[in-house]
């Protein structure tokens, strides 16, 4: 801009130098001739201007240019983008097709529940309605034979009226045989049509509507995410006469410690420990004491459970899983080392089920064992078959399965049971030890992991 309007400045000098000299003027005094030379410095200075005037417009044709190849680059990107973005739409219309069929089977699996329902409540009343009759029969006959039997003390009972109780009885007993089935499988519908009731429920948790023609037929992907601490409403309850955990036995009236069923919420049934400590009911999801169980395990075993309960075990993450997501509980490490010293620690905790690995986040709440676990951290269980994306090999280097942060070696119960004398420290952190921040490697000789609700 600065070179076009030298070059608009310049242009009038240079025409006004060009101005016929017989030209009239106010003044009577004719002008003196001008110089050639003034002539070839006006000019000199015209073609300075269109020079600066051209590298101007070279300088912005290559900015414009320059400017022209970034659009045509963020172009691409836009539809490389919208591409992708019509790939993954498609993806979620099958997948919402696969949802719909799966959602039309539940739906079609329900009726046919009812409709069996029904017609067993039917069956059921027709049932009860000729027991009825019946019942009336046999009182009316009943009193005959009453009467008979008063007016001949002394005769035998004729042997029609014999066969005749018999086959009463025996109708009796085959219709009480058949309620009892029937009641049985109506039982057995109703879980099935809760079970159903259940799945549709979740289904539409997941957000899968019919299609309307105002809106597109396709649902939003759920970011994957990390569950945060946070507290559950649902309190620990029966589910078919089981308890929920070792605390709801222990409000049953049972004391002592030993191998009982629980069956939490929306879970199997399956066998824990439970130890009574100082009159307070705890679940037990670890121990370790001697050796005799190997600890390094698979990824499947340690999500499954493995060992015995009335020794060396370890519950298993899903079932540990599905007893602490009913509430908020506590959890509690009892160590002691070699020397019988012993330890404890509790944390207020959070578990994440299977899709983040079973993410462990814990917060100390009381205890003389400092740092027995990173606190405020997100804690990933790892195994030698299954690790965490971004996670060390903590367990190729240390054995067995834990919850590992960033920096292997800080602390593990599930290690190989080393007995600490003779052993150099690379084979102590293989074994059951715990370790402060920037302090001594303590080695374990036995370990207790286990839970028990705040409430």
């Given amino acids: 801009m600065h070179t076009i309007k030298i070059f608009l400045f310049i242009v009038p000098l240079v025409i006004s130098s060009r101005i016929d000299p017989d030209s009239s003027t106010f003044d009577s005094v004719p002008s003196e001739p001008k110089s050639r030379f003034a002539m070839l410095d006006d000019v000199k200075i015209l073609a300075n201007g269109l020079l ?5 417009l070279k300088d912005f044709v290559h900015k414009t240019k320059g400017q022209i190849n970034d659009i045509f680059q963020k172009l691409n990107i836009f539809d490389q983008s919208f591409y992708d973005l019509s790939l993954q739409t498609n993806e979620i219309k099958e997948e919402e097709k696969e949802l719909r069929k799966t959602t039309s089977k539940l739906q079609a699996k329900n009726e046919e529940v009812k409709n069996m329902s029904l017609e067993l409540n039917s069956k059921l009343e027709s049932l009860l309605e000729e027991k009825i009759g019946l019942q009336q029969k ?19 009972e004729h042997p029609e009226v014999i066969s005749l109780k018999t086959f009463v009885e025996q109708q009796d007993n085959s219709i009480r045989d058949l309620l009892q089935t029937v009641e049985e499988q109506y039982k057995q519908l109703s879980q099935q049509h809760s079970q159903i009731k259940e799945i549709e429920h979740q289904l539409r948790k997941t957000g899968i509507q019919e299609p309307t023609e105002n809106s597109l037929p396709s649902k939003s992907r759920a970011p994957r995410t990390t569950p945060t601490l946070q507290t559950n409403e649902t309190k620990n309850k029966e589910q078919d006469g089981l308890p929920a955990d070792c605390s709801a036995i222990y409000n049953g009236g049972e004391r002592k410690s030993g191998v009982y069923a629980i069956r939490p919420s929306n879970s199997q049934v399956f066998n824990v420990y439970c130890e009574t400590q100082s009159g307070s009911p705890w679940t037990l999801i670890q121990h370790r004491k001697d050796g005799s169980q190997n600890f390094n395990e698979t990824w499947e075993n340690y999500k499954n459970g493995f060992g015995r309960l009335d020794g060396e075990f370890w519950l298993g993450l899903e079932k540990i899983y599905a007893i602490v997501k009913q509430s908020d509980y506590i959890l509690r490490l009892e160590l002691q080392d070699w020397k019988d010293s012993k330890h404890y620690a509790e944390y207020s905790f959070h578990l994440g089920n299977g899709d983040t690995n079973y993410t462990l ?6 205890g003389n064992v400092p740092e027995a676990l990173p606190e405020h951290k997100d804690l990933v269980f790892s195994t030698w078959d299954h690790r965490a994306k971004g996670q060390l090999a903590c367990p190729e280097s240390y054995s067995g399965g834990w919850w590992w942060h960033d920096v292997c070696g800080e602390n593990s119960l599930n290690g190989n049971y080393i007995k600490p004398r003779g052993k150099s420290k690379a084979e102590k952190r293989r074994g059951i030890y715990w370790r402060p921040q920037n302090g001594k490697l303590f080695s374990i000789k036995s370990s207790k992991m286990m839970v028990q609700p705040t409430n």
Avoid: D
């Fill in 361 to 366: 986040h814990v917060a100390e709440a009381a």
């Fill in 52 to 56: 600066q005037l051209g590298h101007g």
């Fill in 138 to 156: 046999v009182h009316a006959l009943e009193e005959q034979l009453t009467y008979l039997l008063q007016n001949q003390p002394g005769a035998q």
